[in-house]
Each structure stands twice: as structure tokens, then as C-alpha cells.
């Protein structure tokens, strides 16, 4: 069974600073994926970032990145540069591998980006 | 490509009738996977579907089922309605290997009265 907890239910950032989301989860799978999702206020869940755990190279997409630590069964999200519109829900999620597309989620963090 | 689509996106519905809300994947997709988001429970899979056949279900009671089309376009029916189902339901698909990634659709907000 996968678990994933998200201690912060709220953080607020000034626009143009940089914030980091804690996520830390459990699991008993030797293979598995990590992600970050971004739910707006239309509800659309959209993929922020993932990271494979066989990966050691900390997965980066423009703005966002994560601080992968597999022995200590962390992944954070970093966010520079924030912008409005990255006022969102952000949820982490895991996902064993082979076959199984079972999404475990967080219970997510509010995150407001103020002008 | 098109999204995932879903519909209807919003359904109002009275405790005890049935409802059938229905997914279609990105193009090219076989397997399609259910999820309920309530502010109670959170994100809580229901479901998922790969090639017509179910591969993984969660706890959920027998009131809720789906079904998978042989063009990969998915279904999920909840029976007797009860005020607890009230939820956005979302579907997400990926091409069904082990290394992809999910994408969601919209979803559809169900208010049982």
C-alpha cells in the first residue's frame, strides 16, 4: 500500500518569490513514480512534474522543480518565480509501476500567489 | 490531440435514482481510471479499465461499477444514490504502459439531494 502526506493544507508567497511544497510518502514498492498535479479553481487537474524513483537526477520543468530524497521518502516542489496564475490546490501523488495506474494522493496545499 | 472529455460536467440528481456518467479518453488511449474528490475524503480511486476489462478497483461498495467500450471510451454508473456520493468525479487515461503518465478530465460535479 502507498501512502503520501502533505503537512501544509495552506501557504501563501508573494509573486515573483519562490515557495516549496513538502510532500513526503511511504511505499513498499521497489519501482515507482512520483508526481505533482495543480488543481486551479476550474477543477482541471493538470500535471505539473513527475519523477521516476529509479531516477537520482531531480526532475525540472521550467519554474517548477523537486527535491527528490528516496532514502529519507521526500519530494518536494519548488516554485521560482511565481506568477498569479500558479494559485492553485497542488496535490503530490504515487503510483506504483508495472501495470498498476492506481494514483495515491495527498490530502493537497492550498498555494496563493498575492500581487 | 483532444483532451480527456467528460460528461455531463454537472448533474443533479435525488437520493436513490442512478446515474451514469461517461469518459472519453485522449486519443490512442486504452486504459481509463476513475476518481471521487470530496472535500471530506480527498482524491480516492475508484477504478481503472484497460482494454474492456477492469485491472484495478478500490474500495468503493458495488454501487459503483463501470465499463469500458471497445473504443476505449469508459462509463461508470452509480446506483441508489445517497447524499455521501455528492463529488467531482474524475477520469484520467494513458496509453496503458507502466511509464506513462496520467492526464484528467474535466470532470463531472454530481449533487445528490
Known amino acids: 500500500a502507498q501512502t503520501v502526506t502533505q503537512s501544509q493544507p495552506e501557504m501563501s508567497v508573494q509573486e515573483a518569490e519562490t515557495v516549496t511544497l513538502s510532500c513526503t510518502y511511504d511505499t513498499s514498492e521497489s519501482n515507482y513514480y512520483l508526481f505533482w498535479y495543480k488543481q486551479p479553481p476550474s477543477r482541471q487537474m493538470i500535471l505539473v512534474i513527475r519523477?521516476?524513483?529509479?531516477?537520482?537526477q531531480n526532475a525540472t520543468e521550467n519554474r517548477f522543480s523537486v527535491n527528490f530524497q528516496k532514502a529519507a521518502k521526500s519530494f518536494s516542489l519548488k516554485i521560482s518565480d511565481s506568477q498569479l496564475g500558479d494559485t492553485a490546490m497542488y496535490f503530490c501523488a504515487s503510483r506504483a509501476n508495472f501495470g498498476n495506474e492506481k494514483l495515491t494522493f495527498g490530502t493537497g496545499t492550498r498555494l496563493t500567489i498575492i500581487p | 490531440k483532444a483532451g480527456v472529455t467528460q460528461t455531463p460536467r454537472y448533474l443533479i440528481k435525488t437520493r436513490g435514482q442512478q446515474v451514469t456518467l461517461s469518459c472519453s479518453p485522449i486519443?490512442?488511449?486504452?486504459?481509463v481510471s476513475w476518481y471521487q474528490q470530496t472535500p471530506g475524503q480527498g482524491l480516492q480511486f475508484l477504478f481503472e479499465?484497460?482494454?474492456?476489462?477492469?485491472?484495478n478497483k478500490g474500495n468503493f461498495p458495488g454501487r459503483f461499477s463501470g465499463r469500458q467500450f471497445s473504443n476505449s471510451r469508459s462509463e461508470m454508473n452509480v446506483s441508489t444514490l445517497e447524499l455521501g456520493d455528492s463529488a467531482l468525479y474524475l477520469c484520467a487515461s494513458t496509453a496503458g504502459q507502466h511509464t506513462d503518465t496520467q492526464y484528467f478530465g474535466p470532470g463531472t460535479r454530481l449533487t445528490v439531494l
Open positions: 519523477q521516476e524513483a529509479y531516477k537520482q
Open positions: 486519443s490512442g488511449h486504452r486504459s
Open positions: 479499465y484497460f482494454s474492456e476489462t477492469q485491472r
